[in-house]
């Protein structure tokens, strides 16, 4: 293959290997899916807020929670939880999350706990609209 | 370790990080990020006061 052929082609083959790794790497890891792709003020800022939310969720004694929750709308919490990747899974593993109904304040825990994923899913979508070159 | 907070306290943090992220993600540079995060926030905001007034006046 001649210079010009190889250097056509690979970094097409780079932009698709990134197009898979950077919004997986982005769930598991909030803001990594940007920071694999050098965009460090973005990654590092939806880190923090993802993180935080998420952080602060847990310390407000939310609900997180588990697959077979028996109802509909446990299974969309559910869905929101595990868009926060590395954090659910090591929320569960603690066995941390489960809720304190008897405080106002673990509502919203819940709430934040749900959206600091369904934030995490925007962010991974956000990476690999970056690496498919759609955005800078 | 537990923490709690008020309801208008949590409401102003919950629109803090999700204006970041919307900023961040549903616009392409850095000033339109900037400007699309405040917008969203100051929205955030004024939403959360209003209904706090329609509640007010629901239940008086």
Redesign the interface.
Same mark, same amino acid.
């Given at each position: 293959m001649s210079k010009s052929k190889a250097d056509a082609i690979f970094p097409e083959q780079q932009q698709s290997t990134m197009a898979v790794i950077a919004p997986v790497v982005g769930w598991l890891v909030p803001g990594a899916g940007h920071l694999i792709q050098r965009r460090w003020i973005?990654g590092s #800022? &939806?880190m923090i807020?993802?993180i935080? *939310?998420f952080a &602060?969720g847990v #310390? *407000? @004694?939310g609900k997180v929670y588990g697959l077979n929750g028996g109802d509909l709308l446990d299974m969309l919490g559910f869905v929101g939880d595990l868009g926060a990747g590395c954090l659910y899974f090591v929320t569960r593993l603690m066995d941390w999350g489960h809720g304190?109904i008897q405080?106002?304040?673990a509502d919203?825990g819940t709430?934040?706990i749900i959206?600091a994923g369904l #934030?995490n899913v925007?962010?991974a979508?956000?990476a690999y609209d970056i690496a498919i070159g759609k955005? @800078? | 370790m537990s923490i709690q907070l008020s309801h208008f306290t949590a409401a102003i943090t919950f629109s803090f990080f999700a204006s970041i992220v919307f900023g961040i993600t549903q616009r392409t540079t850095r000033d339109e990020m900037i400007r699309y995060g405040a917008k969203c926030f100051a929205y955030f905001v004024a939403g959360t006061v209003v209904a706090s007034w329609a509640m007010w006046v629901i239940k008086h």
């Open positions: 973005r #800022l &939806l807020c993802v935080a *939310m &602060l #310390l *407000m @004694e304190a405080l106002a304040s919203y709430k934040f959206v #934030l925007i962010s979508v956000d955005k @800078e | -």
